[in-house]
């Protein structure tokens, strides 16, 4: 008997304003080539003047709520992974609970920067498995717009806001669902990329501050490692993988960990291009997409990997 964390429904929200390379370029000395052949991406959403983290979840979340065919009455834990909380405290995971009328169970933040959907993913399903909840919303939202020094052109130009949901249900003896995650944190990285400011240091917000080849290499030989890794854990073979969910930091990333897994391109969900690093929100933004387009169907076997900040990283293995 097995009980498993299944996916029921997924969503996702991207601002409505896209700004172009051409665009940053008239701001700043970059140029459309050099950001594509560097990274992949040619636009980025931004939210607008007052549209907070915790808007753009909640609009995931509905979506997701509503492709489940589950009601907000159902769900009775709500993990939002975020870097960029509407405010310091409290969690604006609390926000998205009072504004979908959720009135049980319980609701929190969790940070791990772009991994931070695999950590989540992987804190709920511990807890449905232990049957502290029964259904969980796992969000993904970030304004990553709200963070970014908009004159460094080394990291202006590789981020952008969104918002991606599932709805997960503890199922027994279920034969889909999550089979297992992979979670590593190797804090010797913390100043190779982070934000330089926070309540207990400056008391201000700070901009996003990049090593940006140190975490390339460590991205490429970590996340090799998490893809590997886990399927030797779980025992399943490359070849059974359908589709690689990455995290959409940068396609060179992304291209070299689908080679270490010896992945066709054909099976690799690709948004960074139109919505380039949506940290915490890009897995599930992927994922509803291929899901709503009809590429990933139930029954698939999906692998999720992120690398981030900290420097954490993982991935997660899920049989829709
Ligand atoms: N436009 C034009 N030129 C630029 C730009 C730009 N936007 N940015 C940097 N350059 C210049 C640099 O100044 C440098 O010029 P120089 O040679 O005259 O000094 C040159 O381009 C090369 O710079 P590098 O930083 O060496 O370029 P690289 O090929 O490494 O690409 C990049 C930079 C895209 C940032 C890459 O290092 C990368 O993707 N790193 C990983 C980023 C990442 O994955 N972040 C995700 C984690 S996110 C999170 O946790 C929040």
Request: charged fraction near 20%; proline fraction near 3%.
């Amino acid at each position: 008997m097995t009980r498993r964390s299944v996916i029921l429904g997924t969503g996702s929200y991207l601002p409505e304003r896209i700004i172009t390379n051409h665009e940053l370029s008239e701001t700043l000395d970059t140029s459309h080539d050099w950001i594509i052949e560097r990274t992949g991406i040619s636009a980025r959403h931004i939210a607008a003047p007052g549209e907070y983290t915790s808007d753009l979840g909640l609009i995931a979340a509905q979506r997701a709520l509503e492709a489940s065919g589950l009601e907000p009455q159902d769900v009775d834990m709500i993990i939002l992974a975020t870097s960029t909380p509407d405010h310091t405290f409290p969690q604006s995971a609390a926000r998205i609970q009072a504004k979908l009328g959720v009135t049980q169970g319980f609701a929190f933040d969790q940070a791990a920067v772009c991994s931070g959907f695999v950590f989540a993913l992987a804190t709920a399903d511990a807890y449905l498995k232990q049957g502290m909840a029964k259904t969980a919303l796992v969000i993904g939202s970030e304004t990553m717009s709200r963070i970014l020094n908009w004159n460094d052109r080394t990291t202006a130009v590789l981020f952008g806001d969104g918002a991606g949901a599932v709805v997960l249900q503890a199922q027994e003896q279920a034969t889909r669902g999550i089979i297992g995650s992979l979670l590593r944190t190797d804090g010797s990285g913390y100043d190779d990329l982070y934000v330089n400011g926070g309540p207990s240091s400056t008391q201000t917000t700070g901009t996003i501050q990049m090593k940006g080849p140190e975490v390339f290499r460590n991205a490429v030989t970590r996340l090799g490692e998490a893809v590997q890794d886990i399927l030797k854990i779980h025992g399943i073979a490359q070849e059974e993988i359908d589709w690689l969910v990455p995290h959409q930091a940068n396609k060179r990333i992304i291209d070299a960990t689908a080679k270490k897994l010896g992945l066709p391109d054909s099976k690799v969900i690709h948004t960074g291009e139109t919505q380039a690093n949506t940290s915490a929100a890009s897995i599930p933004l992927a994922l509803d997409q291929a899901v709503r387009d009809g590429r990933i169907k139930q029954g698939d076997l999906i692998l999720c990997e992120a690398f981030a900040g900290g420097y954490a990283w993982g991935s997660n293995l899920i049989r829709m």
